[in-house]
């Protein structure tokens, strides 16, 4: 730091908002600094230099599971550490789709993701108290519709308003010195949805369970409301969480996530996968509470953690919600080369 000033001598306070503002790159992760050592000032002669250091140091308060305090209401955050996992399924998956293709994913760095799927009041809090364009709260005759409860998730929205969501939830918290302006609320990438749906387990259920059946399963029972049980949207919570504490992964709305569609993701290995373009589609996961439709009755099929559909970008529907995530501004994404599709069958 170099003074050029034509008094003889300069005062050279190290002010520690301008430290702390600054961003330290840790093995690929953005890290927020911690000052640990910081001379309250310095007297420097004019042309001189002064140097000080910052220590990014690691801290469990820097990766742990938080809350969000709403303007109404609160939002529960967990941490995911950066990890590789296996993303699709085996060929001889109960209830496997061709479009799931197995190939190991790289995450390299961690993010937040919502304990829940984002409900009615928790949109409601961020949003002004309004619902989104085409949500309607009562039928022609004045009656709630069945989808309608604060603690049920949001739906009817389209995947920009999600992200209008997103954004106004980062700038209110920011507004708010609740974050840091290096980090944002968005969706989820594909991956780390999968990544987080998963909690470590390779089977077609995040409990560690196999299907027994494509239809009616025991099995997904315990985990999610779809087709085989209730076939209407409940709150959130209700039925088992994963093993890192995620609720609803699995059946009740189903999740849109950041990607836009892509046909097939390959066998490569793949490294911080995002998919930014290519049809007007996006990428959904999870299934949801009425996952017989179009799909011939099949409802456990659909609630695996490999599932994934596409889904219109501009369009809304009575079954799809969403979940948001917490990554850093510069978070890196790759854009894939063309995935390394499996050789056709003869």
């Avoid at 700038?171 to 991956?191: C, D, N, V």
């Avoid at 259920?205 to 209407?232: I, M, Q």
């Avoid at 699995?250 to 066998?267: R, V």
Wanted: hydrophobic share 35%.
């Amino acid at each position: 730091m170099k003074f050029n000033k034509t008094k003889k001598m300069v005062i050279a306070s190290v002010v520690m908002s301008l430290v702390a503002a600054a961003t330290v790159m840790a093995d690929d992760e953005v890290v927020a600094p911690v000052i640990v050592d910081q001379p309250k000032s310095v007297n420097v002669k004019a042309g001189a230099r002064v140097t000080f250091s910052v220590n990014a140091v690691e801290t469990t308060d820097s990766r742990e599971d938080f809350t969000v305090n709403l303007l109404s209401g609160t939002l529960d955050m967990i941490y995911c550490a950066p990890g590789s996992f296996m993303m699709g399924s085996p060929e001889d998956e109960l209830g496997r789709f061709d479009q799931e293709d197995l190939h190991k994913v790289t995450l390299t760095q961690g993010f937040w993701l919502g304990k829940y799927e984002v409900t009615q009041a928790q949109y409601k809090a961020v949003m002004g108290g309004e619902y989104p364009k085409n949500f309607k709260v009562t039928d022609g005759d004045g009656e709630p519709y069945p989808y309608v409860g604060e603690d049920k998730p949001i739906v009817y929205i389209t995947w920009r308003e999600a992200q209008d969501f997103c954004a106004k939830l980062t700038e209110q918290q920011q507004a708010a010195g609740a974050l840091s302006k290096f980090y944002k609320y968005t969706l989820p990438t594909e991956a780390q949805w999968e990544y987080a749906c998963r909690a470590g387990t390779q089977t077609p259920l995040y409990s560690g369970a196999e299907l027994t059946s494509t239809g009616t399963c025991p099995n997904v029972d315990a985990l999610a409301w779809y087709g085989g049980n209730e076939r209407f949207l409940h709150p959130v919570g209700l039925k088992e969480a994963n093993c890192w504490g995620f609720y609803d992964m699995l059946g009740n709305a189903e999740e849109m996530c950041l990607d836009y569609w892509i046909d097939h993701l390959g066998i490569g290995a793949a490294t911080d996968p995002y998919y930014v373009a290519g049809q007007n589609n996006i990428a959904c996961r999870g299934g949801c509470f009425d996952s017989w439709k179009g799909y011939s009755y099949e409802y456990a099929r659909t609630c695996r953690s490999a599932f994934r559909r596409s889904g219109s970008s501009t369009e809304n529907y009575g079954n799809t919600g969403f979940r948001v995530a917490l990554v850093p501004n510069e978070y890196k994404v790759r854009k894939p080369t063309v995935p390394v599709l499996p050789e056709p069958e003869e």
